[in-house]
């Protein structure tokens, strides 16, 4: 059942890319410098990047540590996905502020990117821990 799912999951993110690619096509552009979405893009393909391999590694082994790795990086996928869909709809209701402009923050969002993927490894591990002593 592990690999039926992951072999759905990979085709759906084939889709997705698809959809996503005519999006850009069509002006839906996030790469501009000063884009709030730019540095979400970057966070949504590293993280479609984590799923994809984790589910190629449920598909060919049935791995339940790696069907843990891909469902956290999943639902990584869909914020930041829902952040880059969204963040040029809410430049055009409110055009940012001069004081927004030149705030920091890419350290904190390193550290916070950082933490969450220490955190993703770590929730991989207790299951997977946790799924070898349920099978004994």
Known sequence: ARRRLAAVVLVSRVVSAVGALWLAHAGFDVRDAGSPA???LVVLALVLVV????????RIRGSAA????????????????????????VALIEPPHALADHAGGALAFAAIAVAGIAAIGWIARVVASATRSDSR
């Not at 790696?66 to 709809?89: C, F, H, M, Q």
């Open 66 to 89: 790696a069907l843990a790795v891909a469902t956290a990086a999943g639902s990584g996928a869909l914020v930041a996905a829902i952040v880059v869909r969204e963040a040029p709809r």
């Open 51 to 58: 799923e994809a391999a984790a589910w190629l590694v449920v």
């Open 38 to 40: 730019r540095a979400w």
